[in-house]
């Protein structure tokens, strides 16, 4: 059976330490706690969606290490196929973090294997990528071997899914087979070249920030846009759909632990919400509540919700 989603993936083996606050430059300061574990956007997505229930086909570059070994154990007890799955010269993906009391979090990345993926990769998993309902990336994977692949889901009428994180300016071609964006507010204001230390404080602020960049992205169709505490919210083409150009979904009242991984927790919410054609409000929600359930506790993969975790807070919070 094709898998639902095709995720261009990445590995990190992560380390992240909590730290009462930032250090100064040339500073040392004193962590009360240190995680290791596997981690990298693509991964993330990958574990998260298959824990909801999706089929999943996953790209991966990895090192021949312990990290790499640990993804490969991770993926076949979660249920995802490994026959995309690259094994390479270089190291695995590695990433640093601190995270600070009120869950803020602070990264640094090594990408390692995850360098080392390209068009050639692609070609291989063309049968795959081309039977999928969805295909899914973020910035961590090597650029060219995303434009590949947006190209010929594009070409194959395959809806594709970016969130430009970490963010670079996205290549040129991306925005000729990119249909839907996933961005934070700093990489929103990126795309409307608005003051990075300074994004709307307003949700609604956004239609109006966002609104020349649809002449560049000619073939997207929704912008979703994750606001922490205060929710998220999509911008919807205009005349491209029949919901309203602007849908904003609060948040659930949490005390956020750790903010890392959140994001990726939303992704797998919302695509899978909208694999199964829920309404916009509804995929919001579900990837507000997968944020959500990953920022109220330490770590990314272990803490990430399955099926049943999210119907049950659908139904209590009904």
């Known amino acids: 059976m094709p898998a639902q989603i095709f995720i261009l993936g990445s590995l990190m083996q992560t380390f992240c330490w909590w730290v009462e606050r930032m250090p100064r430059a040339g500073e040392s300061i004193q962590a009360s706690a240190l995680r290791l574990e596997l981690g990298g956007k693509g991964l993330n997505v990958a574990v998260g969606m ?11 570059g990895c090192g021949n290490d312990h990290a790499g070994e640990a993804a490969l154990n991770l993926l076949h007890s979660e249920g995802i196929s490994t026959r995309n799955v690259h094994r390479m010269e270089s190291p695995s993906g590695h990433g640093a973090g601190l995270i600070t009391p009120d869950g803020q979090s602070f990264i640094s990345i090594f990408p390692g294997a995850n360098a080392l993926l390209d068009a050639t990769h692609i070609e291989q998993a063309r049968a795959d ?7 899914n990336a973020q910035f961590e994977t090597a650029m060219p071997v995303i434009v590949s ?51 709307p404080a307003e949700p609604e602020i956004w239609e109006c920030a966002l609104a020349s960049i649809w002449s560049d992205w000619i073939t997207l169709q929704r912008i979703v846009i994750t606001l922490g505490s205060r929710g998220s919210l999509a911008l919807v083409r205009p005349e491209a759909e029949a919901d309203s150009t602007f849908i904003h979904s609060h948040a659930p009242i949490i005390t956020c632990v750790d903010s890392t991984g959140a994001g990726d927790a939303f992704s797998c919410g919302y695509l899978w919400a909208s694999l199964q054609k829920q309404p916009l409000i509804e995929a919001l929600r579900w990837g507000n509540y ?21 119907y049950t807070w659908f139904k209590a919070s009904a």
């Open 290 to 310: 997968c944020g959500a359930h990953v920022a109220a506790k330490r770590g990314v993969i272990e803490v990430l919700p399955s099926a049943d975790d999210a």
């Open 129 to 135: 990528l081309c039977s999928a309902s969805m295909v």
């Open 50 to 60: 298959a824990r909801l229930g999706a089929r999943i086909e996953v790209l991966l």
């Open 149 to 199: 692949a947006f190209a010929l889901a594009h070409a194959h009428g395959v809806p594709t899914v970016l969130n430009p994180s970490p963010w670079q300016e996205p290549d040129a071609a991306l925005k000729r087979t990119t249909h839907t964006l996933i961005v934070n507010e700093t990489e929103a204001a990126q795309l409307a070249n608005h003051p990075r230390n300074a994004p």
